[in-house]
């Protein structure tokens, strides 16, 4: 009957939702097991979980009650942080152990989902005081580096190039930063997709057949196998740039830059203050920061050459 | 939100038009050394269409949304820049003076302290622009006589910067001068390069700003287009376009008489012959 009603108010996510409503579902990603009562088919999912973190439907508010700092797309407080998109809808993330969807009508469930993976399990994450670095991850299955650096610098795009040459994607745009059991920082499995604009796919001759992240643009997830073994530990994070230089080029970053770096390309670091979460945040940094080499590698803006980046860059990360 | 500061300046000017030089110019008076400032390191200014500085407010990537959306949402953006910058923010634009699509203003009146406009002839601009893009001259026109003209507008990848209205050369010129009903300062590229100090110090005097003639002039020397050129060909420059050889080319006006075909120049005169004539690049009787 639902369903029936449904279709003909031609309400897209409420069809949706009506057709999922009754089942929940588990998925583990960055370390942390998750029942939905949405779908998420962007992550892998498991079974028999005692969830760490839970994610529904209900009411949000249209402001919280006690805010600590804002930007203009978000609230945010100690322990409960407010995600609004007109169009999309509401998101609350409250204690780093729930997030509340309040979709609006018109909403498309993977743009729900789009906002839902991005900035709220990110606020989620900073609320548990877990350490999240913009950029992907990969591994050779020895050791594991984080290729981070500001949005358009490349780097889903060179962790695609790096997984045509062989090597394992574990992470793209978050990369969470965990403990295994000998104490060794490593990066836990992140979403199992890239996101890939369509050039970079036409440029690797890859398929453009793919799940499109939003319909109004060409930017796709691309699948990417999961890694069944523990990763390997972190051992470096390069920090991308592109110039209008000829030539590719490296160099160590050393001392405090090291610190300042990892601190600029945390994810949504925006949140971390106004969540009060600095002293925390300054804490994970520190511990980390004197465990890992990092670097600054910069690539042309043009001629785009992915896989002869890949290549040289392969030759840092995984030969020095 | 607390009470919108007026702290913005807006150095506006459609594409090679001398933005850069001013840009340089400011980072030179505002610098304590007495030496030129390093054409790579310039502080003072950032861009309106900064994706980094839009997702730090927004609080998600620009990249996962449409143009329509960044715009409606950046007047919110700039306005939270302006109130957490301390004293007066330098921004860079090309991007026509335009409404979004809930009829806001992009560049918010309540946070403008002021517009630098700068505006050069368009005759000279398409050869500039066509070297910086890698483009022919013939394409460059279409882009400066066309209204609907954008930058960074492919939708099949990302650009480090967001998507910009750019419009056709007049209509730009049009949006700043006549349509923002915001404090338009306009200096002539031309004026620049004939008159500097009468050019740059009136800048100076409408930014408010108090500086001594032999500061500004010390300025004008450290900016001047041997020491850029000299810089670009010494260490390059970051801001020269990926397609170009070098940023600072010439830094001449009235190079289209002897590079550009009488066809070109009908073609943008056609177009662009009123605003031209308002601002001196044509005769009257043209």
Sequence with gaps: ????????????FVVYLCQKRLNKYYYKVYGLNICSELELPELSPVQNI????????GKVPEHLPKVRGSGVLFEAALNDFLFKFEGIGRYRVQYGRRIIIQPEREALPAEIRLILLGSCIGALLHQRGMLAIHGSAITDGKQTTILSGQSGVGKSSLAAGLLELGYSVIADDISVIGLNGKQHFIVENGIPHLKLWKDVLVHLNQDVDLTKVRPQFEKYRKPIPVL????PSLSKIIIL??????????????????FHLLRNNTYRLQFIDKMNQTEAHFRNLSQLVNSIQMFHANRPHYPQNILEFAKYMSEIIFKT | MPE????????????????TWFRIFLSNLFSDSPQAVNINELTETTMSSNRSIIDSYLGMHSSELTAKEIDK???????RFSDEKEGTAYVKTHEAWTLNSIGNPIFPKEITKGVIYIIRNPLDIVISYSYHNNESIDKTISILNNDFSKLCEKKEKLNIQTQQILTSWSSHVRSWTDDSNLPVHIIRYEDMLDHPLKSFKRAVDFLNLKYEESEIINAINNSSFDTLKEMETSDGFKERGIYSEAFFRKGESNEWESELLETQINEIVKYQHKIMKRFGYLKESE
């Design chain 1, 1 to 12: 009957m639902f369903r029936h009603l449904c279709l003909i108010k031609h309400d897209r």
């Design chain 1, 50 to 57: 005692k969830e760490d973190v839970i994610i529904g439907f």
């Design chain 1, 228 to 231: 069944e073994d523990p990763p």
């Design chain 1, 241 to 258: 740039s592109a110039s209008n230089s000829t030539d590719f080029s490296y160099s160590e970053i050393l001392g405090r830059d090291k």
């Design chain 2, 4 to 19: 919108a500061k007026k702290n913005i300046v807006w150095l506006a000017s459609y594409p090679k038009s001398g933005n």
């Design chain 2, 73 to 79: 949402l950046r007047p919110q953006v700039f306005k």
